[in-house]
């Protein structure tokens, strides 16, 4: 979206996993690069750091290739440098097996269960212990550790409570790089959006489905806000799980009950600030994380204490360093800031909350 002259982001601000969106192309006969192009980030982010043990206080820039990766890993913890070889190594099979071939089955029967490639990748990897012990295993290095368990935060959970089959998001993000793609985050969705209407598919916005009308367990019509109903052949639903579920399907068609959605642990929500400048900020590049306090503590606030914490650590993604046509003065800067907080503390964030933790 634009506000005064500035353009952000607002959705994903991470490009990971290239070929997963070459793959998507390939489908239909096209190739990324037909419709936007890549730039990888090397240094992929910095990481501003308080004291530890093994790093003074200050930054990190955490290099963009896999090589670069694992030389400067081996500079920061000289002992683990083979060790680190096997996790990549054992995280690359982890990534391979599950984007490739495990997500594809829509677990719509038990036999998709028994799978003996699935049970001996079980028995050869560590795939269902805590992600965080896992990889305590590879490195004594509190700050290396930091940088390898950082980004299971992506998928909205906590590194201490995650499985260790999510070493393959350690992979994906420093093996195969961090990309920017042109014309930002959104340049993706808008290929997307173009290839499906070159294919026929017709897009509508601006129309919410309120409702839906079955027959025989099936959907056989979608209700909007107008008012309107449309006869449909089938519905695929890409929204909220339980808003679906609990607010558009009949009762006789739910799986799960408000009990059952009572009891679940949901992923951590987040303030986020959006702001623009005239000036150059020295100090940050595309991604900066601040972890110059207790990464731990505040993890621990977010996922089980539920409260905000005192001294927050956050993130700070800044588009303008590599495309300066975001901000609408040259020299000037568009970012915004993510601050990670408990789901539990949902409509608490007044504007002096706000305040306090942009200070």
């Not at 489905?209 to 959907?219: C, F, G, I, P, Q």
Request: negative net charge.
């Amino acid at each position: 979206f634009e506000a005064d002259g500035f353009t952000f982001d607002a959705g994903p601000s991470w490009y990971w996993m290239p070929e997963v969106f070459e793959r998507f192309f390939e489908r239909y006969g096209r190739r990324v690069d037909e419709f936007y192009t890549l730039k990888r980030l090397d240094p992929a982010y910095r990481v501003v750091t308080g004291q530890t043990p093994d790093a003074p206080r200050g930054f990190l820039d955490v290099p963009g290739t896999f090589e670069g990766f694992r030389a400067w890993a081996a500079e920061l913890d000289p002992a683990a440098a083979p060790a680190l070889g096997a996790m990549f190594a054992e995280a690359q099979t982890k990534y391979e097996k599950g984007v490739f071939e495990w997500i594809w089955k829509p677990m719509t029967q038990l036999s998709e269960l028994i799978d003996l490639d699935l049970a001996r990748a079980a028995v050869e990897n560590d795939m269902f212990g805590s992600l965080e012990r896992h990889l305590a295993k590879f490195t004594s290095s509190s700050t290396l550790l930091d940088i390898l368990k950082w980004p299971v935060i992506f998928l909205g959970a906590s590194p201490a409570n995650a499985p260790s089959l999510y070493s393959l998001m350690t992979y994906a993000g420093h093996a195969l790089g961090t990309w920017y793609p042109s014309g930002g985050m959104a340049a993706p969705a808008r290929a997307m959006a173009d290839l499906a209407t070159q294919l026929g598919a017709e897009i509508r916005l601006n129309a919410e489905v309120t409702a839906l009308k079955t027959d025989d367990n099936s959907v056989t019509e979608l209700c909007l806000s107008n008012g309107a109903c449309e006869r449909v052949d089938g519905v695929v639903n890409a929204g909220d799980y339980h808003h679906f579920e609990q607010q558009l399907l009949p009762f006789e068609l739910r799986r799960y009950d408000e009990r059952f959605w009572d009891r679940q642990v949901m992923s951590p929500s987040c303030l986020l600030f959006y702001l623009g400048f005239d000036r150059s900020l020295p100090g940050l590049l595309h991604h900066t994380f601040f972890f110059d306090s207790d990464l731990d503590a505040h993890l621990h606030a977010t996922f089980d204490a539920h409260e905000y914490s005192d001294e927050p650590t956050f993130y700070v993604s800044a588009t303008s360093k590599t495309d300066p046509n975001v901000a609408p003065r040259t020299g000037g800067e568009a970012l915004f800031v993510l601050v990670p907080i408990s789901y539990q503390l949902n409509g608490t964030d007044s504007q002096a909350r706000r305040a306090q933790v942009l200070d």
